[in-house]
């Protein structure tokens, strides 16, 4: 029995570091594109060297731990992302601006902005981190799922943490250079 469910929370970790890997890669991408909408040229995203921004993976994670409960209905899972990634997101940018006086976003200066709360957050990007978490819970987990099933434990655990710790230790060296 614990062997069961030691390999259960070995598998979550897993499945937590390459979502948050994945996850951080997918708001870069995001935030890329946005930007050169907006702006009309590309601006480098996010705090750290690395094709990733770590606000994505921890919403991503949080997300995957908290919906799978909802998973058979989807507009909870859409309304549970939006608010676990509003609730982070404006916690985040609130706390940053209140105890580093920075502001790594302001939506009060963006296209698209209604919705506006001090410009930590606003609807548009609360939709589509709704809509986000439902690509996360309906078609990235399941390919992870599949994947989980075709390799070996040890190959799936490589896979998992390799990128995910790339992705720490560019956290890590973005914070010791600030």
Known sequence: MDEVKEKTLYDKFAFCALIFWFSGVF??????????????????????????????????????????????FPPAVFALSALISGVLEFATGYVIYEFRHTRLWDYNTEMWNWGNVGGFICARSVIFFGASGLILLYAVNPILESVKKRISDKAFAAAALAPASLFVLDICLALSLK
């Not at 919906?67 to 058979?72: A, G, P």
Request: proline share 4%; hydrophobic share 45%; charged share 20%.
């Open 27 to 72: 708001g870069f991408i995001y935030e890329e594109l946005f930007y050169r909408i907006d702006l009309g040229y590309f601006v480098k995203r996010g705090t750290t060297f690395g094709p990733w921004i770590p606000i994505y993976g921890f919403g991503g994670v949080l997300i995957f731990l908290l919906s799978q409960r909802f998973k058979r």
